[in-house]
């Protein structure tokens, strides 16, 4: 199944769990800089509620998101950095009668409902950034309700539905950074992040710390050596993206389809197993009734 959880729900959720197993959480504290020897990162340095403090480690895992303060200590190199591809727009609503998910193309945008908690939906509008309206909030919001109303199936399907929260607006650099070194990793979006167009990023951090957790185990314990683990998770993390990456970013321009890729995607919708690989491949999804967020495209 596809989900959209809201951040809210998913880190409260998290949290719960990792302290379940063992972890031990400090909230508001903020990591300033790194501790070094010989060359090698053994801990951070921050402050918290109960003043300043320095917290020892074998290893410093990174997965403080793509504006990383862990990358940006260690300085960890930008391997690939295609910039900023599409903009968008998101607002939940409350009221949607159509529950399942509907992504349509109209053009050079592109529009998402994914159902999500609270019986809200989260409606998202994806431009390129020359189409983005002039400053100011009041221009944000006209140009993502105009938007809306312009495609006849999402005005169907907000019909009655009322705009909880103005809507939000995001632009995703897409860029992929060397994953580790001596004492550090980096795991998510703090090592390797992409438009949100493939819908991708949670489901990337959550194959990450899968795969590092292997490694991490392996190199505390002994049956590996830590750095030859560390380079192992890495070099699994850019065989499972690259491809990704790449198309993510082809997707994230907002090129008309060609009649070879719509050709495709009609062979494609005829065969149960190709839809299920497809879906898979672009959302990180396992079930072919999943198939029905490919929505229209024109």
């Given at each position: 199944m596809t989900y959209a959880p809201r951040r809210t729900e998913l880190d409260a959720l998290?949290?719960?769990?990792?302290?379940?197993?063992g972890a031990r959480l400090r909230e508001r504290f903020t990591v300033t800089g790194l501790i070094v020897h010989d060359g090698r990162v053994a801990g951070v340095l921050g402050t918290g509620p109960d003043g300043p403090a320095g917290l020892h480690a074998r290893v410093v895992v990174g997965a403080d998101g793509r504006n990383s303060t862990v990358a940006r200590l260690v300085r960890s190199p930008v391997l690939e950095d295609r910039g900023v591809l599409a903009r968008s727009l998101y607002g939940y609503w409350t009221g949607v009668a159509e529950r399942g998910v509907r992504v349509v193309f109209r053009g050079r945008r592109g529009i998402s409902l994914w159902p999500t908690n609270?019986?809200?939906t989260v409606v998202s509008l994806v431009f390129p950034p020359e189409e983005a309206p002039g400053p100011g909030r009041s221009a944000l919001d006209e140009f993502y309700m105009s938007s809306l109303s312009e495609v006849a199936e999402v005005g169907q399907a907000l019909a009655?539905?009322?705009l909880v929260w103005r809507p939000r607006s995001a632009a995703v650099r897409n860029a992929r950074r060397r994953a580790h070194g001596p004492g550090w990793v980096l795991a998510g979006d703090a090592g390797h992040h992409k438009d949100p167009v493939s819908a991708q990023?949670?489901?990337?951090?959550?194959?990450?710390?899968?795969?590092?957790?292997?490694?991490?185990?392996a190199g505390l314990s002994g049956s590996a050596g830590l750095d030859e683990a560390l380079a192992?998770?890495?070099a699994t993390?850019?065989?499972q993206r690259l491809a990704a990456f790449s198309y993510t970013c082809e997707q994230a321009e907002l090129r008309p389809f060609t009649a070879e890729f719509l050709d495709d995607l009609a062979r494609t919708a005829a065969d149960e197993r190709a839809v299920e690989a497809f879906v898979n491949g672009f959302v990180g999804c396992d079930?072919?009734?999943d198939a029905g967020w490919l929505g229209e495209s024109h």
């Amino acid at each position: 199944m596809t989900y959209a959880p809201r951040r809210t729900e998913l880190d409260a959720l998290l949290v719960s769990e990792a302290r379940a197993k063992g972890a031990r959480l400090r909230e508001r504290f903020t990591v300033t800089g790194l501790i070094v020897h010989d060359g090698r990162v053994a801990g951070v340095l921050g402050t918290g509620p109960d003043g300043p403090a320095g917290l020892h480690a074998r290893v410093v895992v990174g997965a403080d998101g793509r504006n990383s303060t862990v990358a940006r200590l260690v300085r960890s190199p930008v391997l690939e950095d295609r910039g900023v591809l599409a903009r968008s727009l998101y607002g939940y609503w409350t009221g949607v009668a159509e529950r399942g998910v509907r992504v349509v193309f109209r053009g050079r945008r592109g529009i998402s409902l994914w159902p999500t908690n609270g019986d809200l939906t989260v409606v998202s509008l994806v431009f390129p950034p020359e189409e983005a309206p002039g400053p100011g909030r009041s221009a944000l919001d006209e140009f993502y309700m105009s938007s809306l109303s312009e495609v006849a199936e999402v005005g169907q399907a907000l019909a009655g539905a009322d705009l909880v929260w103005r809507p939000r607006s995001a632009a995703v650099r897409n860029a992929r950074r060397r994953a580790h070194g001596p004492g550090w990793v980096l795991a998510g979006d703090a090592g390797h992040h992409k438009d949100p167009v493939s819908a991708q990023g949670i489901s990337d951090a959550f194959a990450d710390a899968a795969v590092l957790a292997d490694a991490l185990d392996a190199g505390l314990s002994g049956s590996a050596g830590l750095d030859e683990a560390l380079a192992g998770y890495a070099a699994t993390r850019d065989a499972q993206r690259l491809a990704a990456f790449s198309y993510t970013c082809e997707q994230a321009e907002l090129r008309p389809f060609t009649a070879e890729f719509l050709d495709d995607l009609a062979r494609t919708a005829a065969d149960e197993r190709a839809v299920e690989a497809f879906v898979n491949g672009f959302v990180g999804c396992d079930a072919p009734s999943d198939a029905g967020w490919l929505g229209e495209s024109h």
